[in-house]
């Protein structure tokens, strides 16, 4: 023989709200753990049973003393059925509503942007004029060397590396009339010394080339 199908969770709850609805009375939970297996709930099961009937408001309890008593009739039943079904058709009408607003949202989307030769000749030059954004771009980025400003911060990055030669060749100088006033015997090993490290006869301050003027065009004149 095949063994026999356990009762489902839906099935469960239909047969303790049978409980409620055939006595229409007041019971603990013990005496429901009780009578759950005579309708085919085991009393293991009863417990979890009950309270998702209370979660879902087909089942009331209260606490009465030190006891909770639970309780379900045919007409709360019917009532909170009444309440869902309500629930329902509320949420129906207005997912109704919002679909019909996204049809009419698409629709006015779509007008205007018809398959067209127009639109197909105007999509072909917008595509024409970005290329030719993209081009100018790179074009301009060719030119960034000779940008006013970008040759304006290099001049005045030249000056300052003048500006900073200049010192240190200042602070050679003094080093060397130092060196000559306080070791004067050893002058010929500090010239060998100077030759070797690039201080020669010649070494001296650094100086800026003159500006050459950009070259005067004949409409300037």
Request: with cysteine; aromatic share 8%; net charge negative.
């Amino acid at each position: 023989m095949s063994k026999k199908r356990g009762l489902s969770l839906d099935e469960k709850r239909e047969k303790m709200l049978q409980i409620f609805y055939d006595s229409q009375g007041f019971f603990l939970l013990k005496e429901l753990e009780k009578s759950g297996p005579k309708k085919g709930v085991i009393s293991q099961s009863v417990k979890d049973v009950i309270q998702s009937l209370v979660d879902d408001d087909l089942v009331f309890k209260d606490k009465i003393g030190t006891s909770v008593y639970f309780w379900s009739l045919p007409s709360c039943a019917g009532n909170q059925l009444r309440t869902v079904y309500r629930k329902l058709e509320t949420d129906l009408q207005n997912n109704n509503k919002w679909h019909t607003e996204l049809v009419e949202q698409c629709k006015a989307l779509k007008k205007g942007r018809e398959e067209s030769d127009a639109r197909e000749e105007a999509l072909n030059e917008l595509k024409a004029i970005e290329q030719k954004h993209k081009e100018l771009k790179e074009e301009l980025m060719q030119y960034a060397d000779n940008d006013p400003a970008t040759i304006e911060a290099m001049k005045k990055a030249i000056e300052v590396a003048h500006s900073a030669a200049n010192r240190w060749t200042d602070n050679i100088f003094t080093l060397r009339q130092w060196c000559s006033n306080n070791f004067p015997q050893a002058k010929e090993q500090l010239d060998q010394l100077y030759n070797e490290v690039g201080i020669t006869d010649d070494f001296d301050y650094l100086e800026l080339p003159a500006v050459v003027p950009l070259a005067v065009t004949e409409g300037e004149l």
